[in-house]
């Protein structure tokens, strides 16, 4: 199994498989957080939600015309987002579900089979719970 190169593959794909600190998706695997855009796939430098900032989402606002929801994968546990992100990403027009890793890359899968305009950001987790 190949790993992304330089941390981007060219396209958005469905996540088969998540935890052991990384995805697998496309036949790859990528170790630590991702970023899921329509523009591709990206590794995010993020280990925990306080590192949720504007700047390390700059690649969603980037391509948030692009976007209507987020998903945002908190890791094993649900806290709360920083208000001034949320208020950032309703300016553009993104709603934003941020709930658990597990729960994010599954309904995040299902609405990319719908072909909805989605995005995640999700934080690597070691186990699937």
Do not use: K
């Not at 052991?20 to 995010?44: D, Q, V």
């Not at 015309?65 to 949320?86: F, S």
């Amino acid at each position: 199994m190949t790993a992304i190169a330089h941390g981007h593959f060219p396209q958005q794909v469905g996540i088969d498989a998540y935890g052991n600190s990384g995805f697998r998706f496309a036949e790859m695997s990528h170790r630590g957080s991702l970023l899921c855009l329509p523009t591709g796939m990206l590794g995010w430098n993020v280990t925990t939600p306080a590192g949720i900032t504007l700047e390390s989402l700059a690649p969603v606002l980037a391509a948030a015309d692009d976007i209507d929801v987020l998903m945002i994968g908190l890791g094993h546990d649900i806290t709360g987002l920083d208000p001034t992100v949320r208020a950032a990403l309703r300016t553009h027009g993104i709603i934003i579900e941020a709930i658990t890793t597990g729960s994010a890359v599954r309904t995040y899968n299902v609405l990319l089979a719908e072909q909805r305009a989605v995005a995640a950001a999700l934080i690597a987790v070691d186990r699937v719970r």
